[in-house]
T-cell receptor, first 112, second 113 residues
Framework: KAGVTQTPRYLIKTRGQQVTLSCSPI?????VSWYQQTPGQGLQFLFE???????NKGNFPGRFSGRQFSNSRSEMNVSTLELGDSALYLC???????????FGPGTRLTVL | AQTVTQSQPEMSVQEAETVTLSCTYD???????LFWYKQPPSRQMILVIR??????QNATENRFSVNFQKAAKSFSLKISDSQLGDAAMYFC??????????FGKGITLSVRP
């Protein structure tokens, strides 16, 4: 089985711009979760989607949003980028929660 | 709210030796999962081992095993016959009913040849 894939792998944006990250889960997995990893805050949960519905949400501002499509692929959007949004964004999928989550390689976002 | 604590930021082990990484957690849930993930320099998060809270038997995966003490809320990882490729950051993580993974701060493991 193919693993979780994330595109793009690297992104450079400037403050005020918006960005969309994509995640394709393992085949058969219906739950997709997003995490932000920074040196200062560590790994933080952003949100989880299951069957096209946001099921859980972390403590992030409304600039961070996501969606899930009928094929379980998920996108995450960050609007009005700030310098502090520079991070590694990890996507993980599982069959249905709670269950083992398998991670993609991440998208490294740099905001200048 | 759940918390996961990894109090040691760094550890070092000689190749072929055994090392134990510590983790404690706090939760009011009775049904949950615990994990150890490895993150090498590539930053890919790799599942090492998982433990279901309802299982009394400690999980093992080849050279990796855990010591799960539910009453003490302790979940340590033992790596036997350490190899150079084991050098990485290791994260202890918890998930309960809400499917959200809560991570510890991680520990950097170095392996001396």
């Amino acid at each position: 089985k193919a693993g979780v894939t994330q595109t793009p792998r690297y992104l450079i944006k400037t403050r005020g711009q918006q960005v969309t990250l994509s995640c394709s889960p393992i085949s058969g997995h219906r739950s997709v979760s997003w995490y932000q990893q920074t040196p200062g805050q560590g790994l933080q949960f952003l949100f989880e989607y299951f069957s096209e519905t946001q099921r859980n949400k972390g403590n992030f501002p409304g600039r961070f949003s996501g969606r899930q499509f009928s094929n379980s692929r998920s996108e995450m959007n960050v609007s009005t980028l700030e310098l502090g949004d520079s991070a590694l964004y990890l996507c993980a999928s599982s069959r249905q929660g709670p269950d083992t989550q398998y991670f993609g390689p991440g998208t490294r976002l740099t905001v200048l | 709210a759940q918390t996961v604590t990894q109090s040691q930021p760094e550890m070092s082990v000689q190749e072929a030796e055994t090392v134990t990484l510590s983790c404690t957690y706090d939760t009011s849930e009775s049904d949950y999962y615990l994990f150890w993930y490895k993150q090498p320099p590539s930053r890919q998060m790799i599942l090492v081992i998982r433990q279901e809270a309802y299982k009394q038997q400690n999980a093992t995966e080849n050279r990796f095993s855990v010591n799960f003490q539910k009453a003490a809320k302790s979940f340590s990882l033992k790596i036997s016959d350490s190899q150079l490729g084991d050098a990485a950051m290791y994260f202890c993580a918890f998930t309960g009913a809400n499917s959200k993974l809560t991570f510890g701060k991680g520990i950097t493991l170095s392996v001396r040849p």
